[in-house]
């Protein structure tokens, strides 16, 4: 069990890589990394699907500036390996992990947010050392960078997913629940919870949207 | 005659994916932006004190689109080597365009492939989703990732080539190509997506009629939620907090 976190748990941490240090191929996406997860856990539709569902409802959360985004890799990552790997796939156990996939989102995003604070210690060595005229050492310090925000990387998401399982079983003793909703049907208003999300994003602030829409101009 | 041949800027353009390397509150892109070029400016001057300026004098404040920037890349390391060469380019006017050139192209990058690209791939990606069900699930994620970069990835190259060439001529250019009009095209195109895939999975999927009214009313209720400047993230946890607490109560 632990060796097939840890494998799984070292290809999300590598794929939230892209989204904010390098690329942005957009393989940290929680549509990919959702389909990848089931795919690596046995479920590909159920990972596809909230893969999807989380994508669209996050849609609209922007990198503009310095605003920082809640970490969606996790989101999908954390909520898709806790459903599949419970073996219990219920509407309360969908529910609980998604519910529990969210706050650990938001501290893995402050754990991004203590490194970038961090990351000026990069750029006062990289002058350091162009200034004694060592100017390979830009190339060996984002080596070194890019190690160390994978290393960190991975020991939050592996922390996050066995305290996360813990967490689970002790919600679920506590407050069990039983639905009569099949979970196709939850996964399904997330769903049209994210689509509601895009069509607000494309509609939002056109004052003459309809007119555009019906080909009428002044 | 140009230093860089297209090699050098294939290479570059790799470099580039490195951009938000390093990123701090203090200097933002200032590290990665560096690294992608220092190998072209110690090219460029041949004294290593002349080497060491270029440098320092890049390593500093820089935040633009991660893609676009590429042109920014590429009008710096013209301007430099211009500079390099004797062309009588003071090092104030290469920091000066590059803090110019990048708010107006991180606006156009935020507006392009945040606002606009992206949505429209991921909800492309749910019409294959449907298409490919029952076999080949995993073809959605590829379908996105393929979408995606093949508009990515030739406009980032472009740009780079486009800066590299024309400099600043370039972003006079985008000016006039008058993005916004195909950017709310594509908007509209989007809103009709969307309208076309609700409908698809309401009315054509095989819920019972109980479910599809609550489909129904749930998506109007969300729109209007999401209008009136509710977040995303409160209507998830909405609808999870409804569900346990229908479920607990033995309501559903």
Known sequence: MFVEALGITAIAAFLHLDGSYFGQLMIGRPIVVGTLVGILMGDIVIGAKLGLAIELIWINVIPIGTTFLPDVTGIAFFSVFWILSNGKLDTGNCLYALALALPFGILSQQIDYWVRKQNSRYVQRVEQHVNNGEFSYIGVLITHHLFWLYIIRLITYLGIIFAGKYLLTLIHSLLPITCSVNYDTVFQLFILLGLAVTFNMFIEGRAGFIDKLLGRTN | ??????????????????????????????????????????????????????????????????????????????????????????????????????????????????????????????????????????????????????????????????????????????????????????????????????????????????????????????????MLQVSSTKLFYLVIILGVLLSYFKII
């Open chain 2, 1 to 226: 005659m140009a230093i860089l041949d297209r090699r050098d800027l294939l290479l570059i353009f790799f470099r580039s994916f490195l951009l938000q390397l390093g990123w701090n509150y203090d200097r933002k892109q200032a590290f990665g932006f560096t690294y992608i070029i220092a190998p072209y400016l110690r090219r460029f001057y041949k004294d290593p004190d002349e080497q060491k300026n270029a440098i320092l004098r890049n390593l500093t404040f820089f935040n633009s689109h991660p893609c676009l920037s590429n042109s920014i890349v590429g009008t710096v390391l013209a301007l430099e080597e211009k500079r390099a060469a004797g062309g009588g380019i003071d090092e104030n006017v290469v920091s000066t365009v590059k803090t110019q050139m990048a708010g107006p192209i991180a606006a156009l990058g935020d507006l392009f492939f945040w606002s606009t690209w992206r949505p429209l791939v991921a909800l492309s990606t749910m019409a294959f989703f449907f298409a490919f069900k029952g076999a080949h699930e995993w073809m959605p994620a590829l379908i996105f990732l393929l979408l995606y970069n093949s508009v990515h990835l030739p406009i980032r190259y472009y740009v780079l080539l486009r800066g590299y060439y024309e400099n600043v001529k370039f972003i006079q250019k985008v000016k006039e190509w008058n993005v916004q009009k195909y950017i709310d095209k594509m908007h509209i195109f989007g809103v009709v997506l969307i309208i076309g895939l609700t409908g698809y999975t309401i009315f054509f999927m095989p819920w019972q009629f109980s479910e599809k009214v609550l489909m129904v009313v749930f998506f109007v209720v969300s729109t209007i939620l999401l």
